[in-house]
């Protein structure tokens, strides 16, 4: 049974107590972290594989809603608040389902089963070949048999595709776990790569596009292995 990784993010404690016993009742979800405020949430988003977040509205540092308009990647998102005032900006900034506290296990279920909905047709859309990145407030269709490499720079990525560059708020890791293994691998710290466009590789990198990728010596192995 596939497994999908819960983030919680609510500063009540008791909110999240009852939360985490909800996330355990439920086989295919995987309590991934719980935190207490959105900076932190934040901080998770950005550096491991979230599938769904239950994020609470009015929290301290950095609002639910605020929290929304940081994520470019984003998971399926179910929003909790005592007060209905939000769910109308809610549902505009793409949220899965809107819990107003309190609420109990079958609602509690009900809007994870939408999630899950929602998560499927991540997967679908990536089967179709592509990956929708938000940049410079647009949103950009970049197929994978365009896409040459991605290259880190911090908080930011840069894709490299045949004809453009598109720099966005991603992490690595999280394009690590969401692009297709059988056509991407990281090569680098620094760098994932599409293994179509490899043209030649030694000792220290891979040519791609006539760029020269530098190879870490912790990601030769499984690169010789892809390729070979």
Do not use: W
Request: hydrophobic share 40%; glycine share 4%.
């Amino acid at each position: 049974m596939k497994k999908y990784n819960v983030l919680i993010a609510d500063d009540e404690f008791p909110a999240r107590k009852l939360l985490q016993e909800y996330v355990q009742k439920v086989e295919s979800l995987n309590l991934l972290d719980c935190c207490s405020d959105g900076l932190k949430a934040l901080d998770v988003l950005r550096n491991q594989k979230v599938d769904i977040v239950l994020l609470d509205i009015q929290m301290p540092d950095l609002t639910g809603l605020e929290l929304l308009k940081c994520i470019d990647n984003q998971p399926s998102i179910i929003l909790t608040s005592a007060y209905s005032e939000y769910a109308v900006d809610a549902f505009t900034l793409g949220v899965v389902d809107y819990l107003l506290k309190p609420f109990d296990f079958t609602r509690f279920l009900q809007a994870i089963n939408k999630a899950i909905e929602r998560c499927s047709e991540h997967v679908s859309s990536s089967a179709e070949k592509y990956i929708m990145v938000k940049a410079d407030y647009k949103l950009y269709k970049i197929n994978y048999s365009d896409l040459l490499f991605i290259e880190g720079q911090h908080e930011y990525v840069t894709f490299h595709t045949k004809e453009k560059r598109v720099t966005a708020l991603y992490s690595l890791k999280s394009l690590e776990d969401t692009l297709p293994k059988e056509l991407f691998i990281r090569v680098h710290k620094s760098y994932i790569v599409s293994i179509n466009f490899i043209e030649d590789i030694d000792k220290t990198t891979v040519t791609i596009a006539g760029n020269k990728i530098p190879v870490g010596a912790s990601y030769r192995d499984a690169l010789i292995g892809k390729l070979y």
